[in-house]
């Protein structure tokens, strides 16, 4: 009951959020703030907390949402997001409160569906709910290219959607032909695989893959991720990279190997050989990059390509490093997104070579901090984001990827360099540093990277076992 209660509670509530407009401007942010620091709280308590009702029981669809180890993680990292996204959403929004905090609140349920349901169309139901609000809030409250950017996010993540749920649909009815029963139950379609032929496996594998990779997102299916993430709000950036991203990531880790086991392991090698492409290559196109947060944007792609590899990987260090680096990257690029935020409402603009010439310690000394950790500084959660998931690849394959070491010392190339530029060229004058409002969520961020840099238990042990 909990896990539902935890599910639905922003739902419910965002009526109430949209229609608080009309009576007061500012509350729609401060029922906000309330509702998800409540849903916070409760997501602290969820661990072990299952529902199970039967839904359509003539078609084998059931309402079942649970929550282990890996869903447990997945809901704090949720929470704790949306929570500082709707802090930081008071020095943007100004125009249309009550509908857009209504909408981050419908985002929130859906995310928080993905990440607990076990029957597969209940978990498609919550997929595609996200998709509807990121969307307006992209149109509406975006910049320049906001309706490009809206469409060509539509467009992807919906054609990927489309070719999973044929996939579900292919498991369903293979399941019904082989054993006379209809289910939509992740933990029994995975009989399926002992009895079908290797192309219909790999043909379900890359129906089902599709959805994911084009969530994670892995290269060559990540065009959509950077004119989005420029395009957003802040924070409706810092919601793409640390929630949405790790939609697709969660897909890979539970719902494929759950689904087809042997396919995936048969398939491993290929997924991690596209998560290296998309570590380098995004690592590449973000040294080049003159836009602040287009640098980040590609930056989420290349850590979000370890992760993939870590995945593919197997290895009980694999998973864990994929979690943590998912946990830590949410962190660490929502951070430097509000960064980026707070840059542009000063300078009108994000190009690196303006936004250095004028002084800001406050500000610039977290972006130092965010470009640290973003490289993997020992004490901060990059690096024990990156040791897990390296250890977990080496595991697997010892020292035939021994160069995906190398991302680390990329990454912190085109980080310092931007910091470089940034922060220690020449000055023109000074410009007003960071608000207390602005500070509240960066704060938040940036107490999280410090903990789960020196206190991984926090975040391992509920993946005991895992």
Aim: aromatic share 12%.
């Amino acid at each position: 009951m909990l896990v539902s209660i935890l599910v639905w509670l922003p739902l419910v509530c965002s009526p109430l959020v949209y229609l608080s407009s009309k009576l007061r401007k500012g509350l729609p942010r401060n029922l906000a703030i309330s509702v998800s620091l409540l849903t916070f709280l409760l997501s602290l308590l969820v661990i072990g907390s299952e529902t199970h009702e039967d839904w359509i029981p003539s078609l084998g669809i059931s309402y079942h949402l649970r929550v282990d180890g890996i869903s447990y993680v997945m809901v704090i990292l949720t929470t704790f997001i949306m929570l500082a996204s709707i802090l930081a959403s008071s020095t943007e929004i100004k125009e249309r409160e009550g509908e857009y905090y209504a909408l981050l609140l419908l985002t929130e349920t859906g995310i928080l569906g993905v990440f607990t349901a076990v029957d597969l169309i209940l978990f498609y139901f919550f997929w595609e709910i996200v998709l509807i609000p990121m969307f307006f809030i992209i149109l509406i409250w975006g910049e320049e290219r906001r309706r490009y950017a809206a469409m060509k996010f539509l467009i992807y993540t919906h054609l990927g959607s489309l070719l999973m749920i044929i996939g579900f649909f292919y498991a369903y009815w293979s399941y019904y032909d082989l054993f006379g029963k209809y289910t939509f139950n992740l933990f029994e379609l995975w009989k399926i695989e002992d009895f079908m032929s290797q192309s219909e496996l790999k043909l379900l594998y890359f129906l089902v893959f599709m959805g994911f990779a084009v969530k994670a997102p892995i290269v060559p299916l990540h065009t959509w991720l950077p004119d989005a993430h420029v395009e957003a709000p802040s924070p409706g950036s810092v919601i793409l990279a640390g929630l949405l991203l790790k939609m697709g990531g969660y897909g890979l880790l539970r719902i494929l190997p759950t689904l087809l086991p042997e396919t995936f392991h048969e398939m491993s090698v290929l997924l991690a050989s596209l998560g290296v492409i998309s570590v380098f290559y995004s690592a590449m196109v973000a040294m080049v990059q003159e836009d602040l947060k287009r640098l980040i944007a590609y930056s989420s792609i290349s850590h979000m390509g370890i992760a993939v590899t870590a995945i593919a990987s197997e290895t009980s260090l694999g998973t864990k490093g994929a979690i943590y680096m998912m946990f830590s990257h949410a962190l660490i690029n929502g951070l430097m997104f509000l960064l980026s935020g707070a840059y542009k409402r000063r300078f009108h603009t994000r190009e690196i070579s303006e936004i250095g010439k004028y002084e800001a310690p406050i500000l610039s000394s977290l972006l130092v901090f965010g470009a640290f950790a973003s490289s993997g500084l020992p004490g901060l959660s990059g690096f024990i984001a990156e040791i897990l998931s390296f250890m977990g690849v080496f595991n697997r394959w010892e020292t035939s990827i021994w160069f995906l070491v190398l991302s680390a010392v990329v990454t912190a190339g085109y980080m310092l360099h931007m910091v470089k530029r940034v922060v220690f060229g020449e000055k023109m004058g000074e410009v007003e540093d960071l608000s207390r409002e602005e500070l509240l969520p960066l704060a938040m961020l940036v107490t999280g990277i410090l903990l789960l840099g020196l206190v991984p238990s926090l975040l391992l042990g509920p993946l005991e076992g895992v």
